[in-house]
Structures are given as C-alpha cells and as structure tokens.
C-alpha cells in the first residue's frame, strides 16, 4: 500500500462503515490520522485489473515495548469483491509479511455479526479466545466483539 492508494482504500473502508457491523468508525479519518494509527510495514493492497480491490494493515495494540510483536489485523474488500478469496488473499499475505517483520502474535476484534470475516479468521488459522461484552457503543447500541488470535509458529517461539 502506498499512499497514492488512500483514495481506494478509503473508499473501500467506506463501505465497510456502511455494513455497521465491519468497526466501530463512522467516518473516514484523514490519510495522515490513518497513518498514524497503523504501523508501516504490513501494508497490503489486492489488485485486480489496476484496480485497488481490498486492503489489510496492522496496528500496535500497545505503546508497551514487551508488545511490539504483538498487532491488530484490519482486512476490508471491496463489497464488489465480496466471496471472491479476495480477503483470505490479503489475510494470508498479511500473516507472511508480519512474521517477515517479526510479530509473532496478531489479533482481530470482530463483531459477532460479521460472520465471514469470523470464517475467515478461522479458515487462515485464528482461534477464538473469547468474548468481550458490551466493549463500545455503535449509533448508541452496546456492540460485543470477539477476540480471535493468531500465533506464529516461525517467530518467537524459543
């Protein structure tokens, strides 16, 4: 993903707003607020006929350096893209990209709804960890959201 990408992926992230079940925003933040708030490396785009159809990236889940393998996994696809492999395509090079980086664990906070990005996570080797309830408000309503995990079994594991 470069920069010169924000306008797809912005757009994509869009439309997941728009589901009401994909995050908790409710409005695109600016390129740089983006930016800030994921890291660098592990930026991915898919593309399909020159045309930026989904995105993935990594956030810390904390400022504490004991996590810094540790990242929050955010994949989005083009609703037009939906059931195409688009997402276990970007999920699956994320995963590679962010043992190439060296994280060993990545996590995702996803709404119960969501059911294909729950499949998904557990089709590209996620485990369920649990449930947190009523862990923020969407348009006034307290949302759950279940925490899958991934360990890697190249880094951190001596």
């Not at 728009?18 to 660098?40: C, M, Q, R, V």
Request: charged content about 25%; proline content about 2%.
């Amino acid at each position: 993903m470069q920069a010169g990408d924000w306008q797809a992926v912005s757009r994509i992230y869009s439309e997941g707003i728009n589901t009401g079940f994909a995050t908790f925003e409710k409005e695109i933040p600016s390129y740089d607020k983006w930016d800030t708030a994921h890291l660098e490396q592990c930026r991915l785009v898919a593309c399909q006929e020159n045309e930026v159809v989904g995105w993935a990236a990594l956030s810390p889940v904390s400022s504490r350096c004991v996590y810094g393998g540790v990242a929050e996994v955010s994949v989005y696809v083009s609703k037009d893209h939906w059931g195409k492999g688009v997402g276990k395509q970007l999920l699956l090079s994320l995963i590679d990209a962010s043992e190439k980086a060296g994280f060993w664990t990545l996590q995702s906070g996803i709404f119960p709804e969501n059911q294909a990005s729950i499949q998904l996570h557990e089709n590209c080797g996620f485990r369920l960890l649990g449930k947190r309830e009523r862990v923020g408000k969407l348009d006034g309503i307290w949302k759950d959201n279940v925490l899958f995990e991934r360990r890697s079994q190249k880094v951190g594991i001596d």
